[in-house]
């Protein structure tokens, strides 16, 4: 058997170049290195599963918690309808010769009176650090306080639909793990960027699912919080570099430190 595998060794050395196996083991450190790296990656959606775990058990103690239901998939045989624009919302050619305020006065009013919305007007510079850091990193997690001491993990995924429009979807990390890309965001935000250069302004628009169960109150949390991490509320280190770890799957990345960094708001 030991002879077979030398046999091995040596065709596959001969085959790379190098004399002997020695010399293969050198011409193949680099890889052999690059590889257990790989294979060494943090994987931090499955860092959630233990953290969940404990947490599961500690909801089925509590009669009352307010834990997010887990929903229904989207039907895979659902048509995926036009992303809609700016123009979907305001006249874009008209709004572009108003004043600023009186631009910003319509926005709010425009969703003012609808429920479950949100709405926001963004300074252009705030927006393009939260574009940059959403191209580099499309997917990250939060947490979200759900009772006393637990929290409720939630899944970010950003995408980039049009040359003027963003869409950032939030879904339980519950749903998505379950129904992967079939699973529905409770909350979807829509940044449009039609009037960035003009106006020096980027307008968002959202809306939370009723069905979802989340609470207004939470929905802002959470956007607040994507604001934070993705740098949309000035440069918050310690946010960016658990961003990026996750993105990156370093172990570096602490669920601790997420939830610490979540609710400082300093």
Avoid at 18 to 31: A, S, T, Y
Wanted: glycine share 4%; aromatic share 8%.
């Amino acid at each position: 058997l030991i002879a077979k595998y030398q046999t091995k060794l040596e065709k596959k050395a001969q085959d790379l170049g190098v004399n002997n196996i020695d010399e293969l083991h050198n011409k193949l450190k680099d890889e052999i290195e690059l590889k257990k790296k790989e294979l060494n990656k943090i994987d931090p959606l499955a860092e959630l599963e233990e953290y969940e775990r404990r947490q599961a058990e500690e909801i089925a103690k509590d009669p009352n918690s307010k834990t997010i239901k887990v929903r229904s998939p989207i039907a895979k045989d659902t048509p995926k309808l036009p992303y809609k624009d700016l123009n979907a919302y305001v006249d874009v050619e008209k709004v572009k010769e108003l004043p600023r305020k009186e631009l910003e006065f319509i926005w709010k009013a425009r969703f003012h009176s609808k429920e479950r919305t949100l709405h926001a007007v963004l300074e252009d510079l705030q927006f393009a650090s939260m574009y940059v850091n959403a191209f580099k990193n499309p997917s990250f997690i939060l947490p979200l306080p759900k009772n006393s001491d637990g929290y409720e993990m939630h899944f970010v995924q950003w995408s980039f639909v049009g040359p003027q429009t963003t869409h950032c979807m939030l879904t339980t990390v519950a749903e998505y793990k379950l129904h992967k890309e079939y699973a529905k965001p409770h909350t979807t935000l829509m940044f449009h960027q039609d009037l960035a250069q003009e106006k020096g302004v980027v307008l968002m628009n959202g809306h939370c699912e009723t069905e979802s169960s989340l609470s207004m109150d939470e929905a802002q949390l959470l956007v607040l919080n994507v604001q934070r991490f993705y740098g949309g509320l000035g440069k918050h280190e310690s946010a960016l570099a658990l961003l990026r770890d996750f993105t990156s799957g370093s172990e570096k990345f602490d669920m601790d430190k997420l939830i610490a960094e979540a609710t400082s708001f300093q």
